[in-house]
């Protein structure tokens, strides 16, 4: 059975000292702990590379235009975690592997090929530019703001979609959802993954969409922190705290090679004010609200 988690994606403003859940999917395949970390150098490396200063304007602009008034209901910093999203799609696309189905089919019948040709010549035609990027993945993420723009517009799905799945349908050559990260559930299915990971954005509030650092946090499913759950513990049988042991070497060999960054939810409040939640739900959407007494309770 392939291994599912949930990511939730956290923005830091140090300036203001408040935190908000920017970003929450699934993930449907190899949500292992080793590619969590993995995903974390592909951000870090794209964040180097760019000082700091990812081409979030992308989405930024894309989504002012596309959802007009709705902009401002989106969680606080949405289009930098959004567009870290996007760069993960982004990656699992570019696998050969992708779009495998379509590969005996004549090039003008491929519908990942009739895609990018609408996306190109919509972008060609409506004088949009950027046209392209040398980076393999922010070239890619630059079709994705093509297709919202050009080709899958919100005005087309707003009546019957959320934003999270019009999102996730911009980075898919069909309707057909692959294995992969998966946007639009609003609250992780406990019982259908096997670990949480939360990866933590800092921002520099001076310079807009700039971010500054990143870490993440390795979980298990209930959001504990895994590396001490595969802590030897006396109620674990022998082989179970033997495979728990060398799990967490692994892991941390791995966090020790690539320097990863790490913090958790529970350093975040000692610091940072999580914003209140206007988005993710579902009390929020409660109108008029719940009584704290019947809130509570549920």
């Known amino acids: 059975m392939s291994t599912r988690g949930w990511y ?7 300036t203001t000292n408040r935190r908000t859940l920017a970003m929450q999917f699934y993930k449907w395949g190899d949500a292992v702990p080793e590619h969590a ?11 180097e590379n760019a000082d700091g200063l990812l081409p979030v304007v992308w989405l930024d602009d894309l989504l002012r235009q596309q959802l007009g008034e709705l902009y401002a209901r989106l969680p606080t910093h949405f289009s930098v975690a959004a567009f870290l999203f996007l760069i993960q799609r982004a990656e699992e696309e570019h ?33 949009f530019q950027p046209q392209e990027h ?6 890619r993420v630059l079709g994705f703001i093509g297709a919202g723009h050009f080709v899958r517009p919100w005005r087309d799905y707003g009546l019957t979609w959320s934003v999270l799945k019009w999102l996730q349908y911009l980075t898919q050559v069909t309707l057909k959802e692959e294995m992969g ?7 992780a299915p406990v019982w259908d993954i096997s670990y949480r990971y939360r ?22 499913e209930h959001g504990g922190d895994l590396l001490v759950e595969l ?68």
């Not at 970390?37 to 964040?47: A, C, G, P």
């Open 8 to 14: 939730e994606y956290y923005v830091l403003d140090p």
């Open 37 to 47: 970390l993995e995903e974390w150098r592909v951000f870090s490396d794209q964040i």
């Open 95 to 127: 696998s050969p592997f992708r779009n495998w189905e379509f590969r005996n089919l004549p090039k003008e019948e491929r519908p990942d090929y009739r895609l990018g040709f609408a996306i190109g010549k919509a972008m060609a035609l409506a004088g």
């Open 134 to 139: 040398p980076d393999a993945l922010l070239n």
């Open 181 to 187: 990260s998966i946007a639009g559930d609003l609250q």
């Open 199 to 220: 990866f933590f954005i800092w921002i520099d509030s001076r310079t807009p969409f700039k971010i500054s650092r990143l870490a993440v946090e390795l979980c298990n």
């Open 231 to 298: 802590e030897d513990h006396p109620d674990k049988t022998a082989m179970q705290a033997e495979y728990d042991r060398n799990q967490a070497n692994r892991l941390m060999d791995l966090i020790a090679e690539g320097k990863i960054d790490r913090f958790s939810l529970k350093e975040a409040d000692e610091t940072f004010q999580a914003d209140e939640d206007s988005f993710w739900g579902p009390d929020c959407h409660e109108r008029p609200p719940l009584p704290p007494a019947i809130a509570l309770k549920r």
